[in-house]
């Protein structure tokens, strides 16, 4: 799809705006103080912004709004935890934090235990921020590409670059300052995207009919108190593992807490995530209702069998083309059973009318699930012959391997397998939301909100990139390196690992894939890690017998049982936080006897 010149304008003024606003104005912070800490200049409304941007990447956006849609507003409970690790994080965390005058929340750790444990958590972080750096750049890469038909790889590389030259410049008050200018961005073009969306459902659904309709598709089922461990989200998975989840993010994720380590005093910093505790919950719970009125809004209008267009495209022109069109009609007759029944129940209260929507909306989902699986086939049925025949080739030259022609087919191969993976995506609840902005919304307001995505996508990687600078250069290089640094040598070292890593999350980005939710996929990655990295700092905060050869070795025996438990789904991931915080302590408090003699 091509962008009117409206939206190339708005899109293109924004971005360059924040990008060149960024870098003026933090330019020539030559200080540790100021390039690390921001100069602890910071207030608390900027505080709350950027720890509210840093977590609000494109993913949210996207795959939010596509949950929503999908699976309706119980994707709300996961944040229910965040509210009440705020308070403990004010509580506990900052004012420890602030009375060490630490540039990393794992400088703490050292004096509590040893530079072994120290250096081991910082490399946990890395592991798992540097691969979400590079899913926060993919994200919304792969979605626009799909869609607007743009290059993946330059893609991937014209954001990353953009992050980098404001957060190499003026490294975390350039991320502080340029966080105010998207979240503004953000804020616009989401509360223009749903007043707009109500304005396209038809004129006799008022708002609250509108959420009635949505009820009657299953949409409006906010808490759920099972305690069903197969259910995702739950107020348990969030009140509980959320809270470890949060705890564990923003207290010991250097990305969120550089954040308020910039600010001006323990106040401002309290004040600064108490404002993100206040708000986030209803933030989440204003994009899932975009998502929900985009849903009423297809009950209206006739929605795509599947959301990625290229998909549709490619089992059209397949042997699956008449199975896909005979399944498109059914979804047809559907769609104006549906509509109907949504028109009646916006005049009336009939319970027969919500259960009769609910059956039929079981019936729409069995529909686009079979679509997916026949655009899997015949994507898999295209490429086979090409695949076998590029084989064939390489084998036929496997004698000869540096020969330019063998490097070319393997070139040929590799490019096979990335269209092919791109081609197959069939999960597209990420696509909804991309794809009802570009046929539905007006000029302007499409590069608005296409800018809005690219700026949540900037915004969160320059959090990463720069905490995985200030963690490699202050943690790593900076303390187990014994030679003289001064100042200036560290900000010149700091800058380069933000370069460094900047390329890194651009080079994962380039080779990622699509798994699941995009926004469940970082949280995954995520839970995998924290648990145990909380874990340790709950051990070095409250039961001081704990040494650092105890706390070691927990912490490594702990992480490998948390990945195979994730590999073999023991538990949902949210729960994986909790299992992980608990398992690094009895691990811990188990073996410190053994250590008794030698601490």
């Not at 006739?302 to 490619?314: A, Q, R, V, W």
């Not at 995520?526 to 070691?552: C, D, T």
């Amino acid at each position: 799809m091509q962008l009117n010149w409206i939206d190339w304008v708005v899109l293109s003024v924004t971005l360059l705006t924040i990008v060149g606003y960024g870098t003026w104005k933090t330019r020539g912070r030559n200080s540790a103080q100021e390039y690390i800490k921001g100069g602890n200049s910071s207030k608390w409304w900027t505080i709350g912004l950027s720890v509210m941007a840093t977590q609000a990447s494109a993913i949210t956006f996207l795959s939010t709004t596509g949950q929503a849609f999908s699976d309706g507003m119980g994707f709300v409970q996961f944040y229910f935890g965040l509210p009440i690790a705020m308070v403990i994080i004010c509580l506990v965390f900052i004012p420890l934090y602030h009375k060490l005058k630490v540039f990393t929340a794992y400088e703490f750790l050292e004096s509590r235990f040893d530079l072994k444990t120290r250096s081991l958590t910082a490399v946990l972080f890395l592991i798992q921020r540097g691969l979400a750096a590079g899913i926060t750049i993919f994200a919304p890469a792969i979605i626009l590409s799909v869609i607007l038909d743009w290059n993946l790889t330059y893609l991937n590389i014209a954001i990353g670059i953009l992050v980098i030259i404001y957060t190499v410049s003026g490294g975390t008050k350039a991320v502080t300052v340029t966080q105010k200018q998207q979240m503004f961005v953000i804020f616009a073009g989401m509360l223009a995207a749903l007043f707009i969306t109500l304005n396209l459902i038809p004129d006799e659904v008022s708002f609250t009919k509108a959420l009635d309709i949505a009820g009657a598709n299953g949409r409006m089922e906010i808490l759920d108190f099972s305690f069903d461990l197969e259910n995702r989200y739950t107020v348990w998975s969030g009140l509980i593992g959320g809270t470890f989840l949060a705890l564990a993010y923003f207290g010991t994720d250097q990305s969120q807490v550089q954040r308020y380590l910039s600010g001006k005093s323990i106040k401002e910093m309290q004040m600064g995530l108490i404002f993100n505790g206040v708000l986030k919950v209803p933030m989440q719970f204003f994009i899932l209702l975009v998502g929900i009125m985009v849903f009423v809004f297809y009950q209206f209008n006739p929605p795509p069998l599947n959301f990625i267009g290229p998909s549709t495209d490619k089992v059209l022109a397949s042997e699956y083309a008449e199975e896909y069109k005979a399944l498109q009609e059914k979804q047809n007759v559907l769609f104006s059973k549906k509509k109907a029944l949504s028109l009646t129940l916006s005049k009336s209260e009939d319970d027969n009318i919500r259960k009769e929507l609910f059956e039929l909306d079981k019936q729409e989902k069995a529909f686009r699930l079979e679509s997916k699986y026949l655009i899997k086939r015949a994507v898999d049925s295209a490429y086979a012959n090409t695949y076998d025949r590029l084989q064939n080739e390489l084998k036929a030259l496997e004698d000869n391997t540096e020969s330019s022609a063998y490097k070319q087919k393997e070139e040929a191969l590799q490019n096979l397998y990335e269209e092919s993976a791109k081609d197959t995506q069939t999960n597209d609840r990420d696509y909804m939301f991309i794809t009802f902005i570009l046929k539905h919304l007006p000029k302007g307001l499409i590069g608005l909100l296409l800018a809005v995505i690219l700026s949540a996508a900037m915004s969160s990687t320059a959090s990463e990139i720069n905490a995985l600078a200030t963690i490699t250069s202050v943690d790593l290089y900076g303390r187990n390196l014994k030679v003289d640094k001064g100042e200036k040598h560290m900000v010149k070292a700091t800058k380069l690992f933000t370069l460094l890593w900047g390329i890194v999350a651009i080079i994962i980005a380039c080779f990622a894939n699509l798994a699941e939710n995009l926004i469940q996929l970082v949280n995954i990655i995520g839970s995998i890690f924290y648990g145990n990295v909380l874990g340790i700092f709950l051990l070095a905060f409250f039961i001081k017998s704990i040494k650092g050869n105890a706390v070691f070795l927990a912490a490594i025996i702990t992480q490998i049982i948390v990945i195979t438990g994730w590999w073999f789904d023991w538990m949902p991931y949210l729960w994986l936080n909790l299992f992980g915080c608990a398992l690094v302590v009895i691990i811990a408090l188990a073996i410190q006897p053994f250590y008794k003699n030698n601490d």
